[in-house]
């Protein structure tokens, strides 16, 4: 074949990986490589990973929605072992309509950002907690984990292919990152997938609040449980957030945008929000946040609370009971959206607790942010630039 490859095609991208492929193997710098032909050169040479922010969106009005953007990264399990990382343009799968995934809900998801630092130059935030969640969700419910070598590539590929679509630094955003990992394949009865899909779907966001932090009142859910022990609380899986559809509607229809859980087999301690983590400071100043086998461990809490210390912020991962809310100065949710919803207030029947506007969860609220974008040093290496 002759011409310019256009940059929709699958072969633009495996010719685009082929200097850094060699690159690696042989130690030598991927520019001093000689290519073959004066096809996989041109192919290489137009294929060189876009600039961030090259898109040109209006990166002011992105909010937490879906954007297209060039293609994604998948990989498939098949016969007892991993295949290939591929890239694929279309954003959609072919699957049987037998698959688990549709029946059974065997499926796990993860979702993380990267980020334009202020050298330019892009980084990915805290991957590793992510599969090392994911592995566990998928063990969980009965499907191969994804080696952490695999999982890494798809995200740093699926990244470069869609480099134009990272807001530029200074704009808020970021590019964010929706790993799934499903059974599919044609089957009836209950029992593992014959096959499995692992893919790394993106979308450009822009800053969850745009004029700082806004707090927001919340209630808490007395007519449905989230999760019962010993179940899959702690699985990132889809049916915790199905489950949560409704009671998030009839409360955001009461004026509650955000709605709190307790435990489901005492109803007196607090498990989490809807889609978050709940995190706290008390009377004694001390970073809190509830323990319990059927909470989602946030990968956000868990930074929050290594960066905490570094603040002289003492921290506690315990149970907490609902009584002890009304000691409580600041209350926040946690998660990778947004990273903390200040809480204003929470009401449960006839009662309501109001807090104090953020201080010293809004500290560690700049801090994490500042490391996401590179304007203060990443002690702990949650950042990984993708070349």
């Known amino acids: 074949p002759t011409g310019t490859i256009p940059r929709s095609h699958t072969t633009f991208h495996m010719l685009r990986r082929i200097p850094r492929i060699i690159s690696r193997a042989s130690k030598v710098p991927s520019r001093s490589l000689a290519l073959p032909t004066n ?13 961030p922010g090259s898109k040109n969106l209006d990166w002011k009005s992105l909010g937490f929605s879906y954007v297209p953007t060039d293609g994604m990264v998948k990989i498939a399990y098949k016969d007892g072992k991993w295949g290939a990382v591929e890239v694929q ?26 980020f334009c630092h202020k050298d330019g130059k892009v980084r990915v935030f805290n991957s590793d907690m992510n599969w090392e969640r994911m592995s566990k969700g998928a063990s969980r419910l009965g499907m191969p984990e994804v080696p952490l070598d695999l999982f890494t590539a798809a ?25 799934v990992l499903f059974g599919h394949g044609p089957q009836l009865g209950l029992g593992q997938a014959p096959e499995y899909i692992f893919a790394v779907m993106v979308s450009p966001v822009g800053a969850y609040y745009k004029s700082g932090l806004k707090a927001v009142p919340s209630i808490v859910i007395d007519r449905y449980d989230r999760a019962a022990p010993m179940g899959v609380g702690a699985v990132k899986c889809p049916g915790n957030y199905a489950a949560d559809v409704r009671p998030a509607k009839e409360a955001a229809e009461s004026g509650y945008p955000i709605a709190l859980y307790l ?29 319990s086998e059927s909470i989602l461990p946030s990968t956000t809490n868990k930074v929050l609370m290594q960066l905490a210390p570094t603040l002289g912020i003492e921290v506690e991962e315990r149970p907490i009971a609902f009584s002890e809310l009304i000691g409580f100065k600041e209350v926040a949710a946690c998660g990778t959206a947004v990273v903390l919803t200040p809480i204003e207030s929470i009401t449960y029947g006839d009662e309501t607790i109001k807090f104090e506007k953020l201080d010293k969860l809004q500290q560690l609220y700049d801090k994490i942010t500042a490391i996401q974008v590179g304007e203060e040093e990443d002690i702990f290496g949650y950042t990984r630039l993708v070349e």
């Open 39 to 51: 096809l996989i050169r041109e192919a290489a040479e137009a294929a060189a990973v876009a600039p």
């Open 89 to 114: 343009n279309e954003l959609s799968f072919n699957i049987s309509c037998f698959s688990n995934i549709i029946h059974y809900g065997q499926g796990v998801f993860e979702g993380l950002k990267a």
């Open 155 to 179: 995200i740093d590929e699926a990244v470069a292919l869609n480099m134009g679509y990272v807001p530029p630094y200074g704009e808020g955003g970021s590019l964010y990152l929706r790993p």
């Open 263 to 291: 435990d489901a087999r005492e109803r007196k301690y607090i498990e989490e929000f809807s889609t978050s983590n709940f995190v706290a400071i008390d009377a004694h100043g001390r970073y809190v946040t509830p323990k």
